[in-house]
Each structure stands twice: as structure tokens, then as C-alpha cells.
């Protein structure tokens, strides 16, 4: 017998989707990477390279005018964007998670109206649930919407939004039954020109700094009814399921940017010579890149497998985007760590990419769900018999 064993191989679509995302990377993002950073300013050039090549917002499906990638594909083309510039790779990053509720809950209707602008690159849509208050805690929100008559009227901060005001349509979470806790919270599309929304300045931060992060304000916007999302009273699950499947897109970013600092590092040390040889020689530095190498392997397979189970909807996503995100972004903290330590003191300085993967890096471990959240959502499938 000779078994193919394909369930450890890519299927050629996704290795398609792979060269091709990594072609456009290499020529129109990786260059970019640095200034990125440097300028804290949003990646216009990068944007338009994923928009010409359609990897914007790669999830959208056909029916909606979009490219209709499935999940796993989506990880595969943030993956590669995240290798060459982890500020970048949020873009479809994002766009996913802001649709994510309208893919799950919306009416066709709303979906129409929405979802065809996004696929064309002409929008962005960010997800508004942290508050200043309410951060792991989702259902201690307090920003409120109100019915009244054919409108809800929201008043409320949302924190931490990434892609603030570059994005043009907003999923916002808002308490429509205060005192119901998760029970009270439904989901809505506000958009950046409605009356009464304003945004707060950049925040200042240690890492993917070419995606704005802002306040988001709520100031009496008053919207049309027909924009909630799903039931009323039904967004928080709508908020969890989203991130379910959203989390894996932040492993992906995590094997992303782990496998571009462990690019970078395995080249830099077989042509920096100390004591007349490459470093590589050396097995304490062989050490270090075996054990990136073989962390980053279990890093990935498990998001894969994790892309495959939000595709197919399993029962133990919840799981499995849970364990990949915190896994990934575990080990990029610890590969780009070590990239930084292979480089030595130029691995610290800016002329070098590893610290600017390194600071990346970091925000993996705490957004769409800190890891300790991440080890709550685990123990809890656990020990309520779902992990088998
Ligand atoms: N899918 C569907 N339903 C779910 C669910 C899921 N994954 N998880 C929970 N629910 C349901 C529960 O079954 C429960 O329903 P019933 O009341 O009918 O039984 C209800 O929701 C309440 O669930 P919990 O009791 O578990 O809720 P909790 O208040 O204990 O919260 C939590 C649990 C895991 C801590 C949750 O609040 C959480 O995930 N917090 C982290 C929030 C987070 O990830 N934020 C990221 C923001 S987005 C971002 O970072 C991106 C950016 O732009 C920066």
C-alpha cells in the first residue's frame, strides 16, 4: 500500500493561494515593512497591492462579489502577509472579523448592502466590542442602544478598535437590556458618517503600528433599525462565535510573523562569523533555530486544523481557535525573542527587522482574547466533556 496521507497535505488550491499571496508580499509589502512601522502610518500601498490581487479581504463569498476563499485559505494569505509586515496582514485580518457577525447572523438583506464593498476593497469594516471598562469582561459593556420608533439611538466608547477610521463600517456591540448581562447585548452596523460617531486619537504602541488603533465615540447616532445584526438581545453569542472563528486568523498572523523573524535569523547566522566561523556552526545556535523551527511546525498544523473546523462549523471550534491562538502567539513571542537574541546587539537596533517582529509579535498574545481568556474558553470546553 502506498497511502497519500492527504490529511498532511495542503491541498494544491491552498499552495496556489500561498505562492500567490507570497509573490505580491515579497514585491509590494516586505519593502514596505519598516516604513511602516517607522512612519506609525497605515499602509496605503500595501492596501492596494492585496486590493489588485483581490487578498484584501480574500473570506467574502462569491455571492457577495467576493474571491469566496474558505478559512483555511484566509489563515494561509494572513499568514503570508503577516510574514512580510504584521501591520498589513490586519487588513484582511480585520475585514473578517467585522463581517464575521453579518456572515454568521445578518439578514440577506444586510448583507447585500454591506458585504459586496468590502469584497471590492472600496470599504473596510472594524469590530467595535472593548470598552474602556469592559475588556475581557464583554458582558460589563456599557455603551447602550435604545429603540425608538424605526431607529436605535446608541451613546457609548468602544476601545482598542482596530482600523478605526480608516474603515468605513463598524460592527458595534451595545447593551439593549441593561441589567440582562450577556443576555441584553446586540450587534448593529454603524457606519463612519452617521451623526454623533467620532473617533479618539491613535494610540501610541509598541507594535504593528501601521494599524490605527482608536477610541471609538457614540455620541446620540441615531440608526436605522434594520441595522442589527441578527435578533436583538442575541449579539453576545454572535460576539463569541465571531471570535471562535477569528482567532484563528490571530494564530495565523502569530505563525506569520514567527516564520518571517526565523527567515531572517537562519540567513543572518550562516553569514555573521564570530571566532572564524558562521555562527550556525555553533550547536547552541543550532539549538535555538531547531527549537523555533519545531515549535513554529506544532504552531501551524494546529491553526490549519483549526481553519478547517471554522470552515466546517465543528462543535469544537471553540476549542481549537482558542488553543491555536494561544499556541501561536506563544511561540511567535518566543521565536521572534530568539531571532532578536541570534542577531545580537544588531538583532536590538532598527536597522534589522527581528525587533519590529519581536514588538508585533507581542500584541498576538493579548488581542481578540488575552491568552489567559484564551486558557478560561479552554478549561471550560474541557471540563464540560467537548475536548475529545
Ligand atoms: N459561541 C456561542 N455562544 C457562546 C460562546 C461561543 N463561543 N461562548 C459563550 N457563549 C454563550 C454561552 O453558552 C452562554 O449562553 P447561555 O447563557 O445561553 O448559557 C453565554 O454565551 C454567556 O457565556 P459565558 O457565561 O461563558 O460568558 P462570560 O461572561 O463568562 O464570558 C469570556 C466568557 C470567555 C470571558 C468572554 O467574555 C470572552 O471571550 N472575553 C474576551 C473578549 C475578547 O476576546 N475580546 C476581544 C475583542 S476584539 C479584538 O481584540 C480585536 C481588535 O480589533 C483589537
Known amino acids: 500500500a502506498n497511502p497519500q496521507f492527504d490529511v498532511y497535505r495542503l491541498p494544491e488550491e491552498h499552495e496556489a493561494i500561498r505562492a500567490a499571496t507570497r509573490e505580491v508580499c515579497d514585491a509590494e509589502v516586505a519593502p514596505r515593512a519598516a516604513e511602516t512601522d517607522s512612519a506609525a502610518a497605515f499602509p496605503q500601498k500595501s492596501y492596494a497591492a492585496l486590493r489588485a490581487a483581490d ?33 498589513s496582514s490586519l487588513i484582511p485580518a480585520v475585514n473578517k472579523l467585522g463581517t464575521m457577525p453579518l456572515l454568521l447572523a445578518a439578514s440577506e438583506e444586510l448583507k447585500e448592502r454591506y458585504l459586496p464593498e468590502v469584497a471590492s476593497g472600496e470599504a473596510m469594516f472594524s469590530y467595535c466590542l472593548s470598552e474602556p471598562e469592559a475588556g475581557s469582561d464583554v458582558a460589563g459593556m456599557t455603551t447602550r442602544a435604545v429603540r425608538d420608533g424605526d431607529s436605535y439611538v446608541l451613546n457609548g466608547a468602544k476601545r482598542w478598535i482596530t482600523n478605526a477610521g480608516e474603515s468605513k463600517y463598524y460592527t458595534v456591540f451595545a447593551s439593549t437590556e441593561p441589567g440582562a448581562g450577556s443576555k441584553g447585548i446586540s450587534a448593529f452596523v454603524v457606519e ?34 434594520d441595522r442589527l445584526i441578527g435578533a436583538e438581545n442575541e449579539g453576545f453569542k454572535i460576539a463569541m462565535r465571531t471570535l471562535d472563528h477569528t482567532r484563528v486568523t490571530i494564530a495565523a498572523q502569530a505563525v506569520g510573523i514567527a516564520q518571517g523573524a526565523l527567515d531572517y535569523a537562519a540567513e543572518y547566522v550562516q553569514e555573521r562569523k564570530q571566532f572564524g566561523k558562521p555562527v550556525s556552526s555553533f550547536q547552541g545556535v543550532q539549538f535555538m533555530l531547531a527549537d523555533a523551527a519545531m515549535k513554529l511546525a506544532a504552531a501551524r498544523q494546529m491553526t490549519y486544523v483549526a481553519a478547517a473546523k471554522s470552515e466546517r462549523e465543528d462543535a469544537d471550534l471553540t476549542f481549537y481557535g482558542a488553543s491555536a491562538k494561544c499556541f501561536a502567539s506563544d511561540v511567535a513571542m518566543e521565536v521572534t525573542t530568539d531571532a532578536v537574541q541570534l542577531l545580537g546587539g544588531y538583532g536590538y537596533t532598527t536597522d534589522y527587522p527581528v525587533e519590529r517582529m519581536m514588538r508585533d509579535a507581542k500584541i498576538t498574545q493579548i488581542y481578540e482574547g488575552t491568552n ?14 467537548l475536548v475529545k
Not at 457577495?64 to 494561509?76: K, N, Q
Not at 451623526?195 to 486619537?201: E, I
Not at 489567559?372 to 466533556?385: F, H, K, P, T
Open 372 to 385: 489567559q481568556v484564551q486558557r478560561v474558553v479552554i478549561a471550560r470546553q474541557v471540563l464540560n466533556g
Open 55 to 87: 487578498l484584501h479581504a480574500p473570506h467574502i463569498p462569491e455571492k457577495y462579489r467576493g474571491a469566496g476563499i474558505d478559512a483555511l485559505g484566509t489563515a494561509i494569505v494572513i499568514e503570508e502577509v503577516a510574514r512580510a509586515c504584521a501591520s
Open 192 to 225: 463612519k458618517d452617521d451623526a454623533g460617531v467620532s473617533f479618539g486619537a491613535p494610540e501610541h504602541k509598541l507594535g504593528i503600528k501601521g494599524s490605527p488603533t482608536r477610541e471609538v465615540f457614540f455620541d446620540d447616532v441615531r440608526i436605522p433599525a
